[in-house]
């Protein structure tokens, strides 16, 4: 950040009276632009078949990471809940309509200054597609997951604590909210 | 927003090629200006004493809601975690120094743009004092609380489900996730 967007003024990287950390100031119109994470939300959508859970992952047709899979997911917007970001995501990287079930991760990326969740969901019917931020679209079992082709560590970390809680089911284990911290990048140069 | 940070040229608001959305945009440099909600993010520090549940809330020093009691809590910062969040608010505003416990709550208030969250927390010592933006803070039972001067809420909300879960505790309840959405103000002044 350069300039003021309330007045255009060049703003200086100062701490506020009041403040204990850095913000940009606007020494002419006194605005202060705080700068917080956002939000990326997403869902595990999930067709089960011959007693196997199959997850629709999206191969990715954007920067960054293009090429590599992903669960649907994208920056939540203003004036929706997580709740409406993991659909809305979910319809428009894969074509999908899915019913959500409950919060299933929670990860924190704060070198990148990012808050990750995902939901766990059922796929609907099989009528997906790939969106415009999508190569392709399909669904995996879990032997099948590309592991090493995943596109960020929180999908990946998510991926595993799913199957985690499932293979604990038929021991009367249950599905819970996971949280965690990525504290390093999958692959440095991504991050 | 009227200018871009980047190079104070007048911004547009329009929906920018692939997007489905108006944006900030720059016609100067082709910045887009995204604006994303932001995370608010507490604890309910417990002090446990004859078998009862005290809270520790805050009476707010500033606006919004001067005058009226919350669980320490404010905007999370780039560069922490959700739990570093908790932490340091609880710090910054009551002066107390928790043991933090799994995520409780995620509350959406969708029109101010905002997801609340707060962590179970145990108070560890006694030597909690206000913060620079807490007019005093103070433990509470439940049937103390005083429910007609909660700041915002969601921290009426997370109160109301916190104790629910305890007193389903001596039943084999337990505590879980709370996810909840805020769709109307508590006063309508104050959003």
């Known amino acids: 950040m350069k300039y003021c967007s309330e007045c255009a003024h060049p703003v200086s990287l100062i701490v506020p009276p009041d403040d204990n950390r850095p913000r940009y100031v606007c020494a002419n119109c006194g ?21 196997e859970a199959r997850i629709l992952l999206c191969r990715r047709a954007i920067e960054p990471r293009h090429g590599y899979w992903t669960l649907p997911a994208g920056f939540m917007e203003n004036n929706e809940t997580t709740a409406d970001a993991a659909l809305r995501e979910t319809a428009e990287e894969a074509g999908a309509r899915i019913e959500l079930h409950e919060l299933f991760s929670l990860l924190n990326v704060a070198h990148v200054h990012q808050v990750h969740m995902f939901y766990r969901a059922t796929l609907l019917d099989l009528n997906y597609a790939a969106g415009t931020e999508s190569l392709e679209v399909k669904l995996f079992t879990e032997s099948e997951i590309p592991w090493d082709q995943i596109a960020f560590p929180t999908v990946g970390q998510t991926l595993k604590f799913f199957f985690a809680d499932r293979a604990s089911l038929k021991n009367g284990g249950s599905y819970g909210l996971h949280t965690h911290d990525i504290t390093t990048s999958m692959r440095q140069r991504d991050y």
């Open 31 to 51: 605005a202060i632009h705080y700068q917080n994470p956002k939000m990326v939300i997403g869902s595990i959508p999930v067709w089960e078949q011959d007693g």
